[in-house]
């Protein structure tokens, strides 16, 4: 070393001790902003972990699931749909149960279309558990003319479903399921645009209301996918303005976004903990 280059003067030690704190502080900052996307889905297989009353209850046993519904359903086996999200989120979640899920799904199809299919569809199928998710199109179809593409305000078509049948298609498969030992579980007809406070929507509450009290009246699981579908646009329009396809890409169809939305719902309405599945991830 040069005789005229000095020696780094040594740090004193509670500099020392302060930078150290300034690093950590630095570094906690860093990991708390870092997205959850990137750390690690689990530490440790969540299978091992002891699930709650509520999903013993619920798919403890279960090894096979048959969903029911109409387009919304029969696309939600494509990825990113929410049946394909759900089989592949109970695969990572509980790998040695082996659920199996079946797509009973059917576009374009109301409580009385899905009722006359429900003994083929369903129950044959020998499901542990059955989901039904119905009411879109009973209300929709009520209020828009599809082969001539005109809206009827008053809603007062009649290739709708009346409430009255509505209530009387889905209690029948409800008893049928539970007189063939299926465990029933209602999901409740998701938004019908995104105009919140539109005739359709108003409309369609009444539906949700309907089935909400078939759950309770015969004792079957009714988780509301309504519910958070408007607490999110309804959040969002607050601070950016009116929206129409930010859940769905037609307004009524989910995109990727609302698929999401309903499977993490449906997962927590089976009792699944909310900490196993905030950073669940799942590759097409």
Same mark, same amino acid.
């Given at each position: 070393?040069?005789?005229?280059?000095?020696?780094?003067?040594?740090?004193?030690?509670?500099?020392?001790?302060?930078i150290?704190?300034?690093?950590?502080?630095?570094?906690?900052?860093?990991?708390?902003?870092?997205?959850?996307?990137?750390f690690?889905?689990?530490?440790e +297989?969540?299978?091992?972990?002891?699930?709650?009353?509520?999903?013993? /209850?619920? $798919?403890?046993?279960? #090894? %096979? @699931?048959?969903? *029911?519904?109409?387009?919304?359903?029969?696309?939600?086996?494509? +990825?990113?749909?929410?049946?394909?999200?759900?089989?592949r989120?109970? /695969?990572? $979640?509980?790998?040695? #149960? %082996? @659920?199996e899920? *079946?797509?009973?799904?059917?576009?374009?199809?109301?409580?009385?279309d899905?009722?006359?299919?429900?003994?083929?569809?369903?129950?044959?199928k020998?499901?542990?558990?059955?989901?039904?998710?119905?009411? *879109?199109?009973?209300?929709?179809?009520?209020?828009?003319?599809?082969?001539?593409?005109?809206?009827?305000?008053?809603?007062?078509?009649?290739?709708?479903?009346?409430?009255?049948?509505?209530k009387?298609?889905?209690?029948?498969?409800?008893?049928?399921?539970k007189?063939?030992?299926?465990?029933?579980?209602?999901?409740?007809?998701t938004?019908?645009?995104?105009?919140?406070?539109?005739?359709?929507n108003?409309?369609?509450?009444?539906y949700?209301?309907a089935?909400?009290?078939?759950?309770?009246?015969?004792?079957?699981?009714?988780?509301?996918?309504?519910?958070?579908?408007?607490?999110?646009?309804?959040?969002?329009?607050?601070?950016?303005?009116?929206?129409?396809?930010?859940?769905a890409?037609?307004?009524?169809?989910?995109?990727?976004?609302?698929?999401?939305?309903?499977?993490f719902?449906?997962?927590?309405?089976?009792?699944?903990?909310?900490?196993?599945?905030?950073?669940?991830?799942?590759?097409?």
């Open positions: 070393m040069s005789p005229n280059v000095q020696s780094p003067r040594p740090k004193s030690p509670l500099k020392q001790v302060l150290r704190i300034a690093l950590a502080v630095i570094a906690a900052i860093i990991a708390f902003n870092i997205p959850h996307s990137l690690p889905v689990f530490t +297989p969540v299978s091992k972990a002891s699930p709650p009353p509520e999903i013993q /209850n619920v $798919l403890a046993g279960k #090894r %096979k @699931i048959v969903t *029911v519904g109409d387009s919304i359903t029969e696309a939600g086996k494509y +990825p990113g749909g929410y049946v394909w999200l759900l089989q989120y109970l /695969n990572a $979640l509980y790998p040695d #149960r %082996k @659920i899920i *079946v797509n009973a799904g059917i576009s374009g199809n109301k409580a009385s899905m009722q006359a299919r429900f003994q083929k569809d369903a129950i044959d020998k499901p542990d558990l059955v989901t039904i998710n119905v009411g *879109v199109n009973d209300v929709w179809h009520a209020f828009f003319d599809f082969q001539n593409s005109q809206f009827h305000p008053q809603g007062n078509l009649t290739t709708g479903v009346p409430l009255a049948e509505y009387n298609k889905l209690t029948q498969m409800v008893l049928s399921a007189a063939a030992g299926i465990r029933v579980v209602l999901l409740s007809p938004p019908i645009r995104e105009i919140l406070d539109g005739p359709e108003l409309r369609l509450q009444e949700v209301a089935m909400r009290e078939i759950a309770l009246q015969n004792k079957c699981l009714f988780i509301d996918l309504n519910a958070p579908f408007r607490e999110v646009i309804g959040t969002y329009q607050k601070h950016a303005g009116k929206t129409l396809n930010l859940l890409a037609d307004g009524v169809h989910p995109n990727q976004s609302g698929y999401r939305i309903m499977a719902t449906i997962l927590r309405g089976l009792g699944v903990p909310a900490k196993d599945i905030e950073n669940l991830q799942v590759k097409n």
